[in-house]
């Protein structure tokens, strides 16, 4: 069983799922609409205990998880929604011991998804040109995780250039969540090994035609792709079932694309709008079939 430790980031949630987040501090009290409750009586509890405040209001007591952490921390750049941070190790395909490149480090949520993709064994380089959202993304990384020593930051400008560490050695995964992606293509296409996963997230519809066309013409890059992420819960009481009325939908566009020997993917002609047949498509695997 593992208990609520002094120092620790937790949530206090209420019966009807609010969240609310607080640091354990010895000696301090928590308020919340006139009840209270010390911290010492929450420290050394359960994770995931049942707590009274002082006017009788019952609230759970837990460690949060990374995605209920990223919508509570303190922000300085828009964070990404859990729906795509899940999305984005996945699809950049980072495994333990990889060696990411991210720009830019933001609030640092995307920052601690790659981390704990990577594990102990990999490595994280991330670049943040602006000062004050280093210094939040440092507070937030180091409160939910602690000291990551396998984390290397730097106050940089990804549109300038990627540079690789003292050993020389490429990077595996490129991740990117700035405005303009597409001035680090050219040095992503340095920066990453053969075989590597270019990732970059976009909110609009030009900022990803940039993007896309800029992969392209780096003539390295093949088996692009574009897509987004809606998210829509459902309210399931009783026999009373139906999607809620409120979801998550369009919050950005994931970019993928794969470092490989020029030859055979070739860019798609401007006289042939539709191109070949985009890698997602299986329409030769069905024909195949049938037949």
Same mark, same amino acid.
């Given at each position: 069983?593992? *208990?609520?430790?002094?120092?620790? +980031?937790?949530? %206090? &949630?209420?019966?009807?799922?609010?969240?609310?987040?607080?640091?354990?501090?010895?000696?301090?009290?928590?308020? =919340?609409?006139?009840?209270?409750?010390?911290?010492?009586?929450?420290?050394?509890?359960?994770?995931?205990?049942?707590?009274?405040?002082?006017?009788?209001?019952?609230?759970?007591?837990?460690?949060?998880?990374?995605?209920?952490? &990223?919508?509570?921390?303190?922000?300085?750049?828009? #964070?990404?929604?859990?729906?795509?941070?899940?999305?984005?190790?996945?699809?950049?395909?980072?495994?333990?011991?990889?060696?990411?490149? @991210?720009?830019?480090?933001?609030?640092?949520?995307?920052?601690?998804?790659?981390?704990?993709?990577?594990?102990?064994?990999?490595?994280?380089?991330?670049?943040?040109?602006?000062?004050? =959202?280093?210094?939040?993304?440092?507070?937030?990384?180091?409160?939910?995780?602690?000291?990551?020593?396998?984390?290397?930051?730097?106050?940089?400008?990804?549109?300038?250039?990627?540079?690789?560490?003292?050993?020389? %050695? /490429?990077?595996?995964? #490129?991740?990117?969540?700035?405005? @303009?992606?597409?001035?680090?293509? !050219?040095?992503?296409?340095?920066?990453?090994?053969?075989?590597?996963?270019? %990732?970059?997230?976009?909110?609009?519809?030009?900022?990803?035609?940039?993007?896309?066309?800029?992969?392209?013409?780096?003539?390295?890059? $093949?088996?692009?792709?574009? =897509?987004?992420?809606?998210? *829509?819960?459902?309210?399931?009481?009783? +026999?009373?079932?139906?999607?809620?009325?409120?979801?998550?939908?369009?919050? $950005?566009?994931?970019? &993928?694309? *794969?470092? &490989? @020997? !020029?030859?055979?993917?070739?860019?798609?002609?401007?006289?042939?709008?539709?191109?070949?047949? /985009?890698?997602?498509?299986?329409?030769?695997?069905?024909? @195949?079939?049938?037949?």
């Amino acid at each position: 069983m593992t *208990r609520l430790a002094n120092g620790e +980031r937790i949530h %206090l &949630v209420d019966k009807k799922g609010r969240q609310y987040a607080l640091t354990l501090k010895a000696g301090d009290t928590y308020q =919340f609409s006139g009840q209270k409750i010390a911290h010492d009586e929450l420290i050394g509890r359960p994770d995931g205990t049942v707590v009274t405040l002082s006017g009788g209001k019952k609230m759970l007591a837990l460690r949060p998880t990374l995605g209920d952490y &990223v919508l509570k921390m303190p922000r300085g750049a828009q #964070v990404l929604y859990p729906k795509d941070l899940a999305l984005i190790p996945m699809w950049a395909d980072v495994y333990p011991g990889a060696r990411v490149f @991210e720009a830019g480090t933001g609030s640092g949520a995307l920052t601690m998804a790659l981390l704990r993709a990577v594990g102990p064994r990999g490595l994280v380089v991330t670049y943040e040109m602006r000062e004050e =959202f280093a210094r939040t993304a440092m507070t937030n990384i180091d409160r939910y995780m602690g000291p990551v020593p396998n984390l290397v930051t730097g106050r940089k400008n990804a549109y300038e250039g990627i540079a690789l560490l003292h050993d020389g %050695l /490429p990077f595996d995964r #490129v991740v990117l969540d700035l405005p @303009e992606p597409w001035q680090v293509v !050219p040095h992503a296409a340095q920066a990453l090994r053969s075989g590597g996963i270019y %990732l970059s997230f976009v909110p609009t519809v030009p900022q990803v035609v940039h993007t896309v066309e800029a992969l392209e013409q780096a003539t390295v890059f $093949g088996m692009i792709q574009t =897509f987004e992420t809606l998210l *829509r819960t459902w309210s399931i009481q009783g +026999r009373s079932v139906r999607p809620d009325h409120r979801m998550v939908a369009h919050s $950005g566009f994931i970019t &993928v694309a *794969r470092k &490989v @020997e !020029p030859g055979l993917l070739s860019p798609r002609s401007a006289s042939e709008p539709n191109g070949d047949l /985009p890698s997602g498509d299986d329409s030769e695997t069905r024909e @195949e079939s049938a037949s």
